[in-house]
Every structure is written in structure tokens, then in C-alpha cells.
T-cell receptor, first 113, second 120 residues
Framework: DAKTTQPPSMDCAEGRAANLPCNHS???????VYWYRQIHSQGPQYIIH???NNETNEMASLIITEDRKSSTLILPHATLRDTAVYYC??????????????FGTGTSLTVIP | GAVVSQHPSRVICKSGTSVKIECRSL??????MFWYRQFPKQSLMLMAT?????????EQGVEKDKFLINHASLTLSTLTVTSAHPEDSSFYIC????????????????FGDGTRLSIL
């Protein structure tokens, strides 16, 4: 079962920062938060992940609250190619060989010209 | 970055046919791969966890005799949809967990581009 809650849709003006929130209030102490995005008819693309510190890479920044119950993915300068469904996932340890991901419904981000 | 290749990208076949989908990790060894299914306008649904050298672990409600998984090497997992019917038409996606240099909880999955299966 998915352990995250995201708004179903968001709009963002091209060139502006896109801030995508995610609630994961039942997250455990050793569980990472992962973000992926899926452009129509493609496989999900890895964006970023983190445990408790803020993370940044060439694609995005991840801000995790101090209590780790929520996080925000930031796309600093959204482009039309960033239009996609964004998934926030908390990794679920089902077995020692697992690392299963259970996808929620995600946020459909539309970048507007 | 890590690359996972999935083949074929699209399959159209008659009802009753068995269809095999391949998933390869191209630049890392994947002891664990995953198979998902996605229906239109829905999210990805995990079907099974494929472990190299052992039996796959299926999610509740997924028929293991219908969806045969083989993970014979560290770079290849296959999903065979046996005796496919129109209701099996879907977007099938695989992923591989990259275990290089990280503990289990700190290992991203890398996804293939999916296989669109259409059963007539």
C-alpha cells in the first residue's frame, strides 16, 4: 500500500519554480523518500531521493521537513518538458531482498507556456 | 546514468498467445528486478519481485501461473504472459534495483521504457 499523499494535479508557469508537496506521516526512521516522474507512455524516471537532509542534483531539489512527515520536490525553472506525473514514494521493506516501491496516484504537473 | 532496457516496446497478438517480455540491466548487476502493470489513467501496480536464482515473489491477487517470471542471470529477467486474453492488455514496466555501494534502503530503482501489450 502506498504510504504517501499528493495533490492530484498542479499547474506551473514556464520558467517558474514548481513546488510539489508530499505527505508521508507514517514514515519510519530508516525509510528514504524517493521521487520519480512519468512522462506519458514512458517508464518512470528517477529524480532524487533523500533520508532527512535536503538534497539537490541537476534535476531538482528535495526538501524534507525536520519531522520527516512531509517533503517538497522543487523544480527550480520548470520547462514544458517537465509536464509529467510526479510520484513520491517511501520505500517499503517487505523482505531483505525487497526494496519494493508501491506507487500512489501521484501529482500530474502541467507546465503552462 | 543507470540504464534498464526493456524489449519489445510494443506487442500486438491474438488471444491465447503467450508473450515474453525481457528486462535487462545494461551497466550494473541486478539481483532484484520488479515487474509492474499500468492500466490507462492509473498508477503503476507492482506485480512481482524477481530475484536472481530463486523464485519470484508475487503480490496478492497476481496469478503466478499466468505471469511467469524467470531471473536466470544478474542482468536479465523475463516476464511471460501465458495464454493472454484481452483483459491482459496493459502497459508492462520492469525496473531493476542498483545495489552498487549502498545499503538496501538507499538503492533507487531504474525503470525500463515499458511494453505496451495489446491482445486482440
Amino acid at each position: 500500500d502506498a504510504k504517501t499523499t499528493q495533490p492530484p494535479s498542479m499547474d506551473c508557469a514556464e520558467g517558474r519554480a514548481a513546488n510539489l508537496p508530499c505527505n508521508h506521516s507514517t514514515i519510519s526512521g530508516n525509510e528514504y523518500v524517493y521521487w520519480y516522474r512519468q512522462i506519458h507512455s514512458q517508464g518512470p524516471q528517477y529524480i532524487i531521493h533523500g533520508l532527512k537532509n535536503n538534497e539537490t542534483n541537476e534535476m531538482a531539489s528535495l526538501i524534507i521537513t525536520e519531522d520527516r512527515k512531509s517533503s517538497t520536490l522543487i523544480l527550480p525553472h520548470a520547462t514544458l518538458r517537465d509536464t509529467a506525473v510526479y510520484y513520491c514514494i517511501v520505500r517499503s521493506l517487505v523482505s531483505n531482498t525487497g526494496n519494493q516501491f508501491y506507487f500512489g496516484t501521484g501529482t500530474s504537473l502541467t507546465v503552462i507556456p | 546514468g543507470a540504464v534498464v532496457s526493456q524489449h519489445p516496446s510494443r506487442v500486438i497478438c491474438k488471444s491465447g498467445t503467450s508473450v515474453k517480455i525481457e528486462c535487462r540491466s545494461l551497466d550494473f548487476q541486478a539481483t532484484t528486478m520488479f515487474w509492474y502493470r499500468q492500466f490507462p489513467k492509473q498508477s503503476l501496480m507492482l506485480m512481482a519481485t524477481s530475484n536472481e536464482g530463486s523464485k519470484a515473489t508475487y503480490e496478492q491477487g497476481v496469478e503466478k501461473d499466468k505471469f511467469l517470471i524467470n531471473h536466470a542471470s544478474l542482468t536479465l529477467s523475463t516476464l511471460t504472459v501465458t495464454s493472454a486474453h484481452p483483459e491482459d492488455s496493459s502497459f508492462y514496466i520492469c525496473s531493476a534495483r542498483d545495489p552498487t555501494g549502498r545499503d538496501l534502503s538507499n538503492q533507487p530503482q531504474h525503470f525500463g521504457d515499458g511494453t505496451r501489450l495489446s491482445i486482440l
